[in-house]
């Protein structure tokens, strides 16, 4: 992760305000090779998060702004080491066990608890004045994996896949710190 100087800092480009999620298309099989990288399905909200100089938004994938709903999320993002960053991922509830509950994130709509709430990150747009769109996905992934290393329990990197041509052979490539 890179430094900021800190006179620097005020001259950062602010992330965009809201960008139009690309969403899933159902196919009727899955790709295979190493151009394509597949993710655990997980059961909760798809959610953007943009912070710009300290300020946290949780976005919804039409814009709408859910700050105010997720605010231990908030916090979370908004200790990152970054001055701004645009994020792309999944809000869910996590049982004990590990598997994600979409009630858990129902009921800390309802009552404003958001201890088992994690926001698993999948995408990284925007960092620190740079738009990373046009980077290779790999690429974005690993400057997440490295945003988000240390970060709070309740923000995690969403890691990958890439199957071979046969499709029986994962291969990770989890950015290791």
């Known amino acids: 992760m ?25 196919v009727e099989r899955a790709p295979d090779g190493p151009d394509w990288l597949h993710e655990l399905k997980l059961d909760g909200y798809r959610m953007h998060a943009r912070l710009d100089a300290g300020r946290v938004q949780i976005l919804t994938r039409r814009g709408n702004d859910w700050t105010d709903k997720y605010s231990t999320i908030a916090k979370s993002i908004a200790g990152l080491p970054a001055q701004n960053a645009y ?18 994130i129902q009921n800390a709509t309802d009552t404003g608890e958001g201890a088992a709430l994690v926001f698993f990150l999948f995408d990284l747009l ?13 690429e974005r992934k690993a ?21 071979t ?8 490539l989890r950015t290791r710190s």
Request: proline share 8%; aromatic share 8%; net charge positive.
């Open 143 to 163: 400057r997440l994996a490295t945003l988000v290393n240390g970060a709070a329990n309740s923000l995690r990197y969403n890691d990958h896949q890439i199957w």
């Open 126 to 138: 925007f960092l620190d004045g740079e738009n990373l769109m046009a980077l290779p996905l790999l």
């Open 2 to 26: 890179r430094t900021i100087p800190t006179r620097r800092k005020a001259e950062l480009a602010s992330p965009p305000l809201w960008i139009k999620p690309q969403l899933a298309k159902l």
């Open 165 to 172: 041509w046969r499709g029986v052979s994962p291969i990770s």
């Open 87 to 104: 994020l792309d991922g999944e809000l869910c509830g996590v049982m004990p066990d590990g598997r994600t509950a979409f009630n858990l």
